[in-house]
Structures are given as C-alpha cells and as structure tokens.
RNA sequence: GCGGGCGUGGUGAAAUUGGUAGACACGCUAGAUUUAGGAUCUAGUGCCUCACGGUGUGAAGGUUCGAGUCCUUUCGCCCGCACCA
C-alpha cells in the first residue's frame, strides 16, 4: 500500500476537528503546560513557508507534552488591527473588517492544513469588540493608576487625591512628569477641577501630552521615526515637518527597575535580554545643579550705574520665576510697615553683606535674604498664626536648598530692633554656606568625580533655560544657531556625528565647589534635548565629546588625572585616578564618585541619579483600524466612559482617511459623541458639552492588544472579566513562548509592563508572563536572477530586442571581457556574437547585465528556466531571446528574505499538496538549528518525503506491501530495542533542547537501521510511531489506527528510556600517535588502564606505528581512547 | 562608536563534559531497474595524491598527551542601538 498522504491528512484533520482533540481545560489533575506562539497579523499574502517555522516548533512541543502528560494549553488567535487592512481600504472602501475577516479564513485554512494542535475554542482576534472591551478596560485601569516610588507599584489615583487634600503633594514619591511642583493642601483646595486633573495627569500611568511627531501633511498622518527616509516619507516622498500633537502616553518608564530586573527571573535568550536592557539604558550617575550666574533679568539692574562693570547675580528663583517676579516687584513697593523698618535697619547698619528683599528663592517670594549667606529673614503678622503648618514647610523646602531661615513676628521688629539685628549678625557668623542659587542647570553625569575638570557647560539648543540665560550680546548669535539646528531633522543630527558646532551664551555658572569659579554655558547639538536633563557638564579631559568640542572653540582643558597624558585625547578610562581635584585627589574613581555624591548631597545641590534612556511610549495613532480609547472630553479634559458601557465599538466612516482639517480618520465618523446620561455613542450634531461630548479621535497603537493577549487565551470566553480569576490561577503563565526576535524592543517590553501593571493591581497572578521564550530564525528566500543583455553605446534601447543570458554564459562572457580589457584589444568575445549583438569596438563602454528578479516558480530544482512559463509572465518578455547553455537557461541564485516582490515566496500550500503537511513539518524542522536564520531550498525537502515513505514502508512490508506487523513477543535480540532506545533517549534530549533537526536525523537513522535489521516487531514500531508523532502527527495517527488502536495517538504515553538496552560490553577504541588517530581496536570495557596498554602495545601495528620507538607515554581513558605519546 | 551573534565540504548542517571532524540530508558520480520519470535500489563523494600518505573547522599564536570545542590577538559577515553625558 502506497503512503497516499493527502488521504491520510485530510483524514486526521477532520478528526481532529470532530473530536475536539486539542480543546484544553481549565481543571485537570494532570500538571499545566502553556505553549504560547507570537500571534500573527492576518495579511492579504498569506502564510509564505517561512511563517510557520515558530508554530511547528511549538506545536512539536506541546504534542510532546500531552504524550508526557500534561495538561497542555495551546492557543492559537489574530493581532487584527493593523495597517495593511485600512490601506487597503483606504484604496478600495472596503470596510478593514471584510478584508480582515476574509484573510483570517485564507490563514485557517493554512493553518489548519499543516495540521496544528490549536485549541480553536480559545481563538483571540483583538479587533473583536469582546476581545478590545477589555483592552479598553485596561487602559481605564492604568488611567486611574500612578506609580508610588516607596511601594514600588502601581496604586489608585484615588489614593492621591486623598492624600493632595491632607498634605498637598510633597511627600508623594511617585513616577511623574519631570515639571511636577510642590503644592500645599491650601493650594490643592484652591484650584480648580480642570487644574486638579492636570495635576493629577502627570501622576497617571496613562496621560495626554503634547508630544513631538513627524506630521506628513500630504499624506494626512503621522510617520514612526523608521517611515522617514533622509527627512522625507518612505512612501512617495513627501516632506515631514516636526509638529506637536497632544498624544497619549503610557508612563512605561515607571517600570524601568522592574523590568531590568525582571529579565533575572525569565528564560529569554540573551540577545534578546541584551537589547531590552539596552533599550532601557540605565545609568548610574548623579545630578548635579550649578548655580547660574548671570545677568537675569531684574538681577541686571544689580550694578545699572556702571553697565561694564555689571558684575553677575545669582538666578534663585525656581521654575515659576516669570510667574512670580511681578507680585515680588509689587510687595517690594508696597512693603509692611514691619518689613520697611527691618529693611531700613539692615541698609543702615553695615553688616558687610548684601540683602535683598521680597526676593525669588525657588518658587518662594522671602522677606529678605542674605544670597552670599544664604539666610532668609521672614517677619510675620498675626495672620501666620492659623498658617503654621504651612510656613513650617516652607521653611523645610528652603532649608533643603541650603538655607537658614529666621522668623520674627512683627511685635519683635517694632519692639526691640537691637534684638532682632544682633540674632541676624548671629546667624551671619555661623552661616558659611557659599552662594549657591536655588535656580540652576541640572546637569546628569556618569562621572561626577570628574567635576573638577569641568571647563564649560553645553545645552541642547532646545533647553528651556537657553533663552532665559542668553546675554544681550550673544542673543542674535543663539537665536541663530537654535534656528539652524531646528531646521535640522532629528536623524541628519545623528547622522552627521563629526561636524562639531555650538555657540556660547554669555551665560556662566558657578563651580559646585570652587567658590566664584565661573563656568562658561554653551548650546551645542551634541546634547540631546530627550537624554537626561538636556544638559551636559562638560569634562574635556575625560570625555572625548567634549574635548573635540573644547579643541574646536579653544575651551581650556584641565587635566585632572594623575600620570596621564591628555594632549591628544581624553582618558575615558575609569581606572585612572583622579588629581588636581581637590578633597578627592587621589581617589580612584569608585572611590571618589562615592565621596562626590556625598558632598553634592551633604551641600543640596545634587544626588546620586539612576538615569534611564527609556521613553514613555506614545500610545495615540492617527488612524481608523484600532482600538477606540474609551474617552471623551469635557472642558478639554479627558474622561473615561464608565467600564460598563464598554465596548465602545469602532464608528462607521465613510472615508479611511484624515478628514481636510487634518483630524485623524475618525473625525469622519458623524456618530461619534458621548452622552453622559444615556451612556451611548450619539450623533456628533448633539454635542452640547454639557451633556453630550465629542469623543476621542485618536486610536490606539499596535501593540495595545497583543500586550495582553497570552492571559486572554486562559478565559477566552469569559463576558465579565478580561479572565477569570480561577483560570488565571491555574495557568499562570507561559512555560514556552516562540516567536521573532524582532519584537524585543516593542511588544517584548510593552506586554511585560501590562502584565506588572495588571500584577500590581492583584488582577494577575505573577509578574512575569512567560518562562521561557525561544527566537525562531527566520527562513530565506533563495531568489532566482536572469541577467539581461543591457546595450550601450547610444544605439536605442528600445529598438533592440530583449536578450537574457544563461548564468554561466554570462559569467563567461564577463570574464572573457575582463580579459579583453586586460590586454586592451578592445575588440569583443565570440560570445557577443552568439547573441548577434552588434559589436562594440570602443572598449571603455562596455554593455552590462542587469539581473531580474525571476519568480522561483518557473524554476527547476537544477536552477533550469521554464522558459515557456516566464515569456507568459510578463507581455514584455513575449518575444525577449534566451541564449542557452548545453541546451538549458541556468538561474543565478541568491538567498534574500521571503518577498512578494522578490518573487522568492514559497507557498506552503503547494508543499501540502506535493508533498505533505507531514513532510513540510519535518522539512522546517531538518532545515537547522530553530533559532538560526537559514534559507529555504525545496529541494532538499525530497529527502524527509523519502524517510515518511520509508517509514510507512516499515509499517508495511506484508504481501503486495499491506500493512504487516509481528505482535509476537520480542526475541531476546536487543538490535531493535538499543535502536528504539537510543532512540528515545536523543529525542528527549533533543527536544528539551529545541533541537529539533537533530531528532529528524535520529528518526531517520533508526528507520534506516530498522530497515537493515527488517524488523517488523510491534514492541518496536508502536512506540516508534509515538515517538514521530509530534514531528509527523497525521502519519502517526494513521499507522497508530492500523496497529489497532482506538482514538488519537496524541495522548498515549511516550514510550520511556530505559539505560539497560543501552549498555555496551565493549568499546572500539580508536588508538592514536602523539595526538593522531591511527587505527582503532574493539576491547572490552571491563578492562583495566593496565590492561588496555598491554594489549594496545601487543598489537602488531602499535609496533609498527611507533617503528622501533620507546613511547614516553601513554594516556588511557577508559571508554574513551588510548593515546600513545612518544 | 557601543552591545550581541556567527565563521566547519559544492549546499543545509552534526559533533553532551576537550577524546575517531563532517552524523543526517541535498547535490554530484557510477551502476542496477523501469516505456518513462522529478520513482526505487546499490556503491562512492572534505581537499591534495595513481597510490602510500599528507592535509583540513576564517587567520595567527597559546594551553594540553589530545582543541571545531578552552585562552589571546586578528580578519570577515550578520543583527540591535546609535552624539546616552
């Protein structure tokens, strides 16, 4: 009986589906296995061969698994919003969801023909209303979260808002927006509701920012930073301008520790954890606030009598400065009588230091402060009385700066001003705080212990402060360099790393710690806005950015290092120990990082800083075929639908694309508004905002519904929870997880901050959702080229017929060429005149070849063209000219990545049909290594279809080749048994490895010597077909039914190893001559070292091998090789 | 520049702890069989050499009785990040 595979398949797989076979449940006294594969993106291709490489290893793994009895879980589903479904729309005006639902039917086919073990019942599609309710509901979650530092997870906004009204906010320590300020509990009751949710946004996990993007206005969107090619779109072309956009935002960066620390605790493959780790991109470091000295504005009218001798003040004032500096100009006019007969006192007396009254300290307007001494004088009225709580804290913000702050009560001053003063002239004396303004530039270094080689500062052009600190001078200077970088895109700054360029800003600030040392600020586009603080203290001699900046505009450059020789580059060598550098000269540089750290921290001007390259993901997309956000605006201000009126379903458009006013495609939904009453999606005409409101227009981005798509699948069905809690329990998480490396950097990392998200809030049951994960590599495309003949020579192209050239004729014809040019006889080979081209006798212009893409259909195993096939393909190749060799068209060939374009897609429906879904399993598998990249080349696949036959064979060798097996009981032969055994033993090896080609070796060498022994016994062929049948499952299925067995093989117990079968009594033990094997010998393995070299040095060609010589020793090793040296 | 991976026949690749390099296949060569084959079977196939033998895992060193495997240097290819302070 002939292997009639298609039959077999179609057979099994109908029984498969019949039976329900793969359905897991969610109880089962038998131990979980959850085998998890990257769900795909349903696209209009199809699957090409190279797609289901991952799915078999995985489906090979969870077979195995029920064999060895578990309770497997192995789900299959649909990332369905995307791209290419509202392109295609957009082009056509079919609805995304027709083309998705359509491609979705082609991929289960082909799915289903490979013969996967899915479970169906569990299938996810994330553009599946019942599936996004919970992706829209997640997001509610992380809007009503923020990120509490000291717990170390996720919490309730609510939370927040208790304690806002108790304490406002300064002793939150929470993952916020950078520009978060203090507030007190007075001021929390003060504000409004719109600015208590702004306030609260820069708290929550998920917020509205306006954020940079590249906006196309020809094409009506937004580009991702790899849609840009050279500052234009990828597609057609168009400019891209830089725009801000108010986009939302996934605080991802909260999570930064924990998901470093989280890759410890999984089985990833390292690349893959190296380029997470990368992108998180932590650094230790510290902050470090030099205090601006300069000629603000106010501050410059210091000296306004002699303008050159202007001498510079210290910038105080916080981040609110602008806000503030006229109420301080007003109170300063309009002083209490307390405060005037103080400040009339403190000019009149000399005190030999300079106050200055109703003056900016942070974002604190103090009664009078002494700037050398840092001491702030306050004079209260009685109203300070009912306010002490709150100037308590005020005074321990400004002490936290550095300063001293005295109070007196306006009694004391008219009272008794003797008093007063001598505890002023007190607190002077103690006081030798040096100056230090409370306004800075935060800088964030790696390397504060090379803080006294700082000779400049650098800005990013784009820092906020660039404006405030440019003097008069250098203003025109700064504005046009701000200019010129800005017009500069992103990318040409990074590509163009060696032009060096800046500008200084008049600006200085003052050493940390070398009183009065003026550090002049530069802007330079080497430091990038988005990095850290945006500001670089520069170290010439420890950084090599910083020298070539310093060496460019002649900027000194101190050495701090001891015995090292900068004249020609930094030392970025951390083993270097630094000098010159004051208290910490001498230390090497661990050592002096401590004790700088200290000292910023000891002084308030700065601390240890982990610093994370990570971004907050932007998690708004301009686009129709997503997933709605369950939000709608009032007053500006986004607010969540109430969870139980989700889903909110995607609206009707009538056209995919942004709508002319450059709204995104749902803007041209006209049912698209919320009623807060009702609860529903109304027409647009109704919004009132007061009752009714627009909606979001805005969709969300890929990577919402596959970053929790794994714990779905445990409670596909569930109505009321995004997953039961019981099931989630039971399943937990993945044990192995197959899919590209590509996502390491996107859904990789999203998912795992969802699923500690979801942890934090005790909706998940741990932290991290997958083991185990394995890359499979991807499979190659093997391109097939035809060169054609290109003419030169200014004759017209188009006149002339179209010639292609077999591959070694052209090869030929090119080397003869070369020869021609070698010699210089400028005359052409006999070649040319095969193809009846006419010659060309000049021979600086020569004509070429072009290779063209042939599709790999039209070609044969042996590289031959079909070429009555490819004149059809194309109305220009009608009538085009081949020239042959030996009577054939030979292809070049070329590994490339599987393309539609490339014509190299191999469909894996035409392998099911020619050869079988069997073979193709095994096929992928024998191809390499999983994990490696490796190209496809059918032919190969001859040989597993030649094994499947084969093993049908063995099955099958009663009369006329029927099916035939010996149930008698095993002789004591063990021939059979050590193959089967051995066997075994690779398999299981194999397989807890993901070795997957080396076990399709071992089954074909056990048919192989199956065969030689004509063994026919069942003891043997029965637990082989268990053993092939997570590789092959229908020809198992087929053979385990003929062995007469009833239902699927799938969960029959895999047949277990047993050592004894294995055991050798001898071993040929290969005898080598100083290192080289010579011959080798069968000996016993109960013999002894001595034993061994007696009988090895018996031997007639150990005697000739050594030729008379006296080995000096010789190295036994029992059941391994003897080894004679001498 | 930084981080990671990989270099073994004509091709895809094997080689648990260092122990007979190239298993298993493809391809190729020869033969058998068949009306024919892209079917089946047999034998051979790293390279050099008629052979004896020599040589061989990108290159060069080293450790070792013994190295594809360990160490150092170096070259090439691929992937990720890229002025990250």
């Not at 400019?239 to 991802?252: D, L």
């Not at 004079?379 to 300070?384: A, T």
């Not at 749902?666 to 698209?672: F, P, R, S």
């Not at 036959?949 to 099958?956: G, S």
């Amino acid at each position: 009986m002939k292997y009639h595979f298609n039959e077999i398949e179609t057979k099994w797989q109908k029984y498969w589906f019949d039976n329900q076979t793969f359905k897991a449940d969610n109880n089962s006294d038998k131990p979980k296995f959850y085998v998890l594969d990257m769900f795909p993106y349903p696209s209009g291709a199809g699957l090409h061969v190279g797609h289901p490489l991952g799915y078999i290893a995985s489906d090979i793994y969870a077979r195995y698994m029920r064999h060895k009895g578990y309770n497997v879980l192995h789900p299959m589903g649909y990332d369905s919003f995307g791209l290419p479904a509202e392109q295609y729309a957009i082009q056509t005006g079919q609805h995304p969801a027709e083309t998705t639902e359509e491609n979705i039917k082609t991929y289960r086919r082909q799915l289903d023909q490979i013969g996967f073990s899915f479970d169906w019942s569990r299938e996810v599609r994330t553009s599946d209303p019942n599936y996004y309710k919970w992706t829209q509901w997640i997001f509610i979650q992380l809007f009503e979260s923020y990120y509490c530092n000291d717990a170390d997870q996720a919490r309730p906004i609510s939370e927040l808002e208790e304690v806002f009204v108790i304490e406002g906010n300064s002793r939150i320590n929470a993952a916020t927006d950078e520009d978060i300020e203090i507030f007190f509990e007075e001021d929390w009751k003060s504000y409004s509701e719109k600015e208590k949710q702004e306030i609260l946004a820069k708290y929550r996990l998920t917020y509205l920012s306006d954020t940079e993007v590249n906006w196309c206005p020809a094409l009506g969107t937004v580009l991702a930073n790899d849609e840009i090619v050279n500052g234009v779109s990828e597609r057609g072309g168009h400019p891209v301008v830089r725009k801000k956009m108010k986009q939302w935002s996934m605080r991802i960066t909260a999570y930064a520790q924990r998901l470093l620390d989280g890759l410890d605790k999984i089985d990833w493959p390292q690349p893959l954890k190296d380029s997470q780790i990368n992108w998180i991109g932590r650094s230790e470091g510290a902050m470090v606030k030099f205090p601006i000295l300069s000629f603000p504005k106010g501050e410059e009218k210091a000296d306004s009598k002699n303008q050159d001798k202007r001498s510079p003040g210290y910038m105080t004032g916080g981040n609110n400065s602008h806000l503030l500096i006229e109420k301080a100009q007003e109170m300063r006019n309009n002083p209490t009588p307390a405060e005037d007969a103080l400040w009339q006192s403190l000019k009149a007396k000399n005190l030999d230091v300079k106050f200055r009254r109703q003056h900016l300290i942070d974002d604190f307007i103090v009664d009078f402060v002494c700037l050398t001494k840092k001491l702030i004088i306050e004079v209260d009225g009685k109203i300070h009385d009912s306010k002490q709580e709150q100037d308590q804290k005020r005074t321990d913000i400004l002490n936290k700066l550095g300063y001293t702050v005295i109070r007196f009560r306006n009694e004391e001053v008219f009272g008794n001003m003797d008093t007063v003063l001598s505890e002023i002239k007190k607190n002077l004396e103690s006081s030798i705080i040096p100056p230090s303004g409370a306004r800075g530039i935060e800088v964030f270094t790696t390397r504060p212990d090379t803080i006294f080689g700082v000779s400049f500062m650098t800005l990013a052009p784009e820092h906020e402060l660039v404006s405030e600190i440019t003097t008069h001078e250098y203003k025109e200077a700064v504005e046009k360099y701000v200019e010129a970088t800005a017009k500069r895109s992103e990318r040409d700054r990074m590509a163009d790393v060696k032009t060096i360029s800046g500008q200084f800003t008049g600006a200085y600030v003052e050493h940390p710690f070398i009183e009065g040392k003026k550090i002049p600020v530069w802007i330079g586009d080497y430091v990038l806005a988005s990095y850290g603080t945006g500001a670089v203290m520069a170290v010439p001699c420890g950084d090599q950015r910083d020298y070539d900046f310093a060496k460019h505009f002649d900027i000194e450059i101190p050495n701090i290092f001891q015995d090292i020789d900068i004249s020609e580059n930094a030392c970025e060598d951390k083993s270097a120990v630094i000098a010159n550098s004051d208290f910490i000269s001498g230390m090497p540089a661990k050592k002096a990082i401590k004790r700088i750290i200290y000292e910023l921290e000891q002084k308030g001007i700065g601390k240890g800083k982990i610093n994370y390259r990570l971004r907050d993901a932007v998690f708004s997309r301009q686009r129709y075929w997503g997933e709605p956000f369950p939000v709608y605006y009032k007053d500006g201000m986004p607010q969540m639908i109430d969870a139980k009126y989700l889903p909110l379903r995607l609206p009707e458009v009538e056209k995919y694309l942004p709508t002319e006013d450059g709204k995104p495609p749902l803007g041209n939904a006209e049912v698209w508004a919320w009623n807060s009453i009702e609860n529903r999606v109304v027409s647009n005409e109704k919004i009132d905002n007061k009752i009714v409101f627009p909606l979001e227009l805005n969709t969300m981005p890929g990577w919402a519904g596959s970053s929790w798509y794994f714990n779905r699948y445990m409670d596909a069905q569930n109505t009321e929870e995004f997953a039961g809690k019981e099931a989630l329990n039971y399943w937990k998480d993945v044990d192995l997880y197959i899919g590209g490396s590509e996502h390491a950097t996107g859904h990789l990392l999203y998912s795992r901050f969802w699923q500690k998200f979801l942890f934090d809030k005790g909706l998940l049951p741990v932290e991290e959702y997958a083991k185990k994960l394995i890359n499979q590599g991807m499979i190659l495309g093997t391109s097939a080229f035809i060169y054609r003949w290109e003419y030169e020579n200014g004759e017209s192209d188009k006149a002339k017929k179209i010639i292609f050239v077999s591959k070694t004729k052209m090869e030929s014809i090119i080397k003869e060429r070369e020869s021609i040019e070698n010699s210089k006889r400028g005359v052409i080979g006999e070649h040319v005149d095969l193809v009846n081209v006419s010659k060309n006798t000049s021979s600086d212009k020569w004509s070429h070849f072009t290779p063209i893409h042939a599709d790999v259909s039209f070609v044969n195993a042996s590289n031959e063209l079909d070429i009555a096939a490819f004149k059809n393909w194309r109305p220009e190749y009608k009538d085009a000219e081949f020239v042959l060799e030996d009577g054939k068209f030979i292809v070049g060939r070329e590994v490339e990545k599987m393309s539609k374009s490339k014509y190299n897609v191999v469909n894996p429906d035409d392998i099911c049909i020619d050869y079988g879904a069997d073979t193709l399993r095994m096929y992928e598998m024998f191809l390499g290594p999983l994990e490696q990249a490796k190209p496809w080349n059918t032919a190969g696949i001859t040989g597993v279809h030649g094994f499947l036959k084969k093993l049908w064979k063995l099955y099958h060798t009663g009369e006329n080749d029927t099916f035939h097996v010996d149930s008698s009981p095993l002789e004591k032969s063990g021939g059979a048994l050590k193959i089967l055994h051995k066997t075994i033993k690779k398999v299981d090896e194999d397989i807890a490895n993901f070795s997957f080609n080396t076990s399709v070796s071992s089954f074909m060498i056990a048919v192989n010597e199956l065969i030689a022994l004509k063994c026919d016994k069942r003891d043997i062929l029965e637990p082989l077909a268990i053993l092939i049948s997570p590789y092959a499952p229908h020809i198992a299925e087929e053979l385990w039914n003929k062995l007469g067995n009833d239902g699927s093989i799938s969960t029959a117990d895999f047949p277990i190893f047993e050592e004894k079968y294995l055991v050798e009594s001898t071993k040929n033990y290969p005898i080598s001559f100083n290192g080289k094997f010579r011959f080798t010998m069968e000996l016993s393995l109960d013999l002894s070292k001595e034993e061994i070299e007696k009988v090895v040095m018996a031997h007639e060609k150990t005697k000739q091998y050594l030729a008379g010589r006296t080995p000096k020793k010789v190295i036994i090793v029992p059941g391994k090789i003897v080894n004679i040296v001498g």
